[in-house]
């Protein structure tokens, strides 16, 4: 991605600038173009400082970093990478509920500790096969990981805001009377104000002692403190999260636990999806300035009409 930026564009690369604030001065008005990640996004500072901007191209699917109401106020076009990630994202999802349900990781230093030797089989885990699963968030990835569990049988449910009659999985209007039912709850939405730790604990202790979470949304969504007390009082069964609230800190209390299995917001980090993301982080930035079109708008750019550049 950064070989085909410099092929295309003058590149300034934010980090190497030793005088941020002497660059936002002498060729913040210069830049035309941002292309950023949903994590650092661009700060409000920043963005004022960019008086001639027209484009954000951002690398992730996720955009919560990136101010979108400044920027349809001054006419930038906002662009995200949605879709190429779904598969990996949602394999992410079931890789942490087996190594959960399994104990993956447990196992593993049963071998290599040399327990196996001296204490003989690890104990009995528990199977995912016909499981009741709740999604909340059924988007793109959402339903990609609704389709792909049906390869283990499992039952799905789902939450989101509006019900989506089309789709053969059963709606609740209410993420607590779900979290009740269902054994696995797997997290997939954006995280904004709207879906602010929504995962509380009346949602958490719903899912209860059987039942475990999985967060490959954003670690906004749920009410980490919360979800510790929890694991740590044996109210709820276990979690696998790749995605937290304050990253790349983690409360330490989750790595001592067997059953937690954390990855460090890596769903999509594959060289296939990343090299796919990077393409069409490109691809937006390349049809913009040609004319004036883009590929994937992120939603509230998607009516945005903008003039060809050149
Ligand atoms: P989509 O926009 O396709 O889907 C989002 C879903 O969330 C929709 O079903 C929407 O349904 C639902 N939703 C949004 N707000 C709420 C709410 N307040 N209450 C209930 N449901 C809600 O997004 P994607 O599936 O493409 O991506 C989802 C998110 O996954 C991204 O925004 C990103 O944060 C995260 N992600 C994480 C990655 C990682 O590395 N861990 C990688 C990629 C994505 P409705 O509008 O009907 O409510």
Same mark, same amino acid.
């Given at each position: 991605m950064m070989d085909e930026f410099?092929?295309?564009?003058?590149v300034h690369v934010w980090d190497d600038i030793a005088d941020k604030d002497g660059?936002?001065?002498?060729?913040?008005?210069d830049i035309a173009a941002v292309a950023t990640n949903g994590h650092d996004g661009v700060a409000p500072d920043i963005m004022a400082g960019l008086? /001639?901007?027209? *484009?954000?191209?951002?690398?992730?699917?996720?955009y919560d970093a990136i101010d979108t109401s400044v920027a349809t106020a001054r006419g930038i076009m906002v662009t995200h990478t949605p879709i190429v990630l779904n598969n990996d994202?949602? /394999?992410?999802? *079931?890789?942490?509920m087996l190594a959960v349900s399994r104990r993956l990781v447990h196992d593993h230093d049963w071998v290599c500790s040399g327990r196996w030797q001296e204490q003989g089989n690890a104990p009995l885990t528990r199977s995912i096969e016909g499981a009741k699963v709740g999604i909340f968030g059924l988007g793109r990835i959402g339903q990609t990981i609704a389709r792909k569990l049906g390869a283990?049988?499992?039952?799905?449910?789902?939450?989101?805001?509006?019900?989506?009659?089309?789709?053969p999985y059963r709606f609740y209007d209410d993420l607590t009377a779900m979290a009740k039912d269902v054994d696995y709850l797997?997290?997939?939405?954006?995280?904004?104000?709207?879906t602010y730790q929504k995962i509380n604990r009346e949602v958490i202790d719903a899912l209860g002692p059987d039942g475990t979470l999985i967060n490959v949304g954003r670690g906004s969504v749920v009410d980490e403190d919360a979800l510790v007390a929890?694991?740590?009082d044996g109210r709820l069964g276990g979690a696998g999260l790749d995605v937290f609230a304050n990253e790349p800190h983690v409360p330490p209390a989750l790595c001592k636990m067997d059953n937690?299995?954390?990855?460090p917001h890596v769903a999509s980090a594959t060289v296939e999806t990343r090299r796919a993301m990077g393409d069409l982080t490109i691809e937006n930035l390349l049809r913009f300035f040609n004319d004036g079109s883009v590929t994937t708008p992120v939603p509230e750019c998607a009516h945005m009409k903008v003039a060809p550049l050149r």
């Open positions: 410099h092929r295309h564009f003058t660059f936002l001065a002498s060729h913040g008005a008086g /001639n901007l027209k *484009i954000i191209s951002c690398y992730g699917v996720g994202v949602a /394999n992410t999802a *079931i890789m942490l283990f049988a499992c039952d799905i449910a789902y939450h989101t805001r509006t019900e989506k009659p089309d789709l797997i997290a997939i939405t954006p995280g904004d104000a709207s929890a694991l740590e937690v299995t954390l990855t």
